[in-house]
């Protein structure tokens, strides 16, 4: 896995409906920037109500291939974010989006310094403590991050599905079909890390139930093709 900062080569990168792919990640230098300068916006919008932020799916793998916007999941107790964080927010670039159309506790933004769909660009997550969508996702990294095979098998599909929508006559749908192709995969992993993974916190869970809710937040194809442009 590469810790170059360097600039990617052109052939490393694919693009999707005007926006860019990475062949063997986003620099995890400038990811691990962009997540740090959202935590530290959160602390100072939140105070006392951010309860814990981390990167969520992709993001949080380094080395994977794939979209460089960072996603990240907070955690706010009380939920959700009073007006005057939210303005606080504002001020720093992050824009309110309501309600998630996966879960009716999620509220997220779109902000940081990058364009939509490019590097610097995040998508902020916001739900209550204690979150079981929390549990998830921490469970899903943690997987991939720890068994080699799903690393790989998750990168593969990534790649196969950018490389083929690339060619697809249909530019504006390539992002959304790239989206689609590694939806089994995804899903298969995640009934993995429910079912046998590494950390005691996913036991007694339903992996058919945690599967299904990682394909609705990572991979819905209605998501991307209603906000893509917005992120």
Not at 106 to 128: A, K, M, N, Q, S
């Amino acid at each position: 896995m590469s810790q170059s900062s360097t600039a990617p080569e052109e052939e490393d990168i694919i693009m999707l409906s005007g926006y860019p792919f990475y062949v063997n990640g986003p620099d995890p230098i400038v990811i691990a920037k962009v997540a740090e300068k959202t935590r530290a916006v959160l602390e100072k919008a939140c105070g006392g109500q951010l309860k814990s932020v981390d990167r969520m799916g992709s993001s949080a793998i380094e080395g994977i291939s794939g979209t460089p916007v960072c996603d990240m999941l907070a955690e706010l107790s009380p939920w959700p974010m009073t007006e005057e964080a939210k303005s606080r927010m504002a001020e720093a670039g992050y824009e309110s989006k309501g309600s998630a159309p996966h879960a009716s506790q999620d509220e997220w933004f779109f902000g940081g310094d990058g364009e939509p769909g490019h590097l610097g660009r995040v998508v902020l997550h916001t739900v209550p403590e204690g979150s079981e969508f929390v549990r998830d996702m921490k469970a899903f990294v943690e997987y991939v991050n720890s068994h080699p095979d799903a690393f790989q098998r998750y990168n593969d599909v990534k790649v196969e599905g950018a490389v083929l929508m690339s060619q697809s006559s249909q530019e504006d749908g390539r992002l959304l079909g790239y989206k689609g192709k590694k939806a089994d995969v995804c899903k298969e992993i995640m009934r993995e890390a429910m079912s046998g993974g590494p950390s005691e916190m996913v036991k007694g869970n339903d992996p058919g139930v945690s599967a299904a809710r990682l394909v609705t937040i990572i991979e819905e194809p209605h998501r991307m093709s209603e906000c893509w442009a917005d992120r």
